[in-house]
């Protein structure tokens, strides 16, 4: 984690950083593939920030999905995850 601490101090591009702290989750977690989404200017939809390791089809599914002005980011969590099924099971 320091190392995406010091890219944040030296200036480096938020793409580069959002890179190195997924590449650092999937190292400490055998078998599981991180994304990171950034919330909207509009407040209502997560846009994809970075997933180098899933799927293009993944990505492109999951980004500008809709959480809505009242609802919880906690309530939607397993949508991503029941279109992770629906793209495995295709």
């Known amino acids: ?6 890219m944040i101090l030296l200036g480096a591009p938020l793409n580069e950083v959002l890179t190195t702290i997924t590449g650092l989750i ?4 055998t078998g599981m593939l991180c994304s990171i989404s950034l919330l909207d200017e ?7 920030g970075v997933a180098a390791r899933l799927p293009e ?6 980004d500008g999905i809709c959480i809505g002005p009242s609802d919880l980011v906690s309530d939607h969590a397993a949508q991503p995850l029941t279109f992770v ?6």
């Open 1 to 6: 984690m320091l190392d995406a601490l010091k």
């Open 26 to 29: 999937e190292a400490h977690s």
């Open 85 to 90: 099924s629906l793209y495995l099971a295709n």
């Open 57 to 62: 089809a993944y990505r492109a599914a999951t």
């Open 42 to 48: 509009d407040g209502l939809h997560l846009r994809y």
